[in-house]
């Protein structure tokens, strides 16, 4: 069985495998190498679905100041057009 390693900033690296009862595990190894904890595959992964990364949070964060700032824009050119509206039934 090929062992897959997941790529992680920071010292410590997560290897799927497997146990003897076919059970999905994750071994969380230190820098040297050598195991620091084992988890099971399936809370693992459901816990980092669970948690937001600070990439994920970057780019919502962007994307909710862009959103913001493109409704001012529209409000802004609601509130001009019906300005001019105004102006132009005053001169006539």
Do not use: C, P, W
């Amino acid at each position: 069985m090929a062992a897959k390693k997941a790529k992680k900033k920071g010292k410590r690296t997560r290897t799927t495998l497997r146990s003897s009862k076919g059970t999905k595990l994750y071994a969380v190894r230190n820098a040297d190498g050598t195991f620091h904890d084992i988890q099971s595959y399936k809370r693992s992964h459901a816990a980092d679905l669970r948690r937001t990364s600070k990439e994920e949070a970057a780019a919502k964060a962007k994307k909710k100041t862009k959103a913001k700032t493109k409704a001012k824009t529209k409000v802004k050119a609601k509130a001009k057009a019906k300005k001019s509206k105004k102006v132009a039934a005053r001169k006539k």
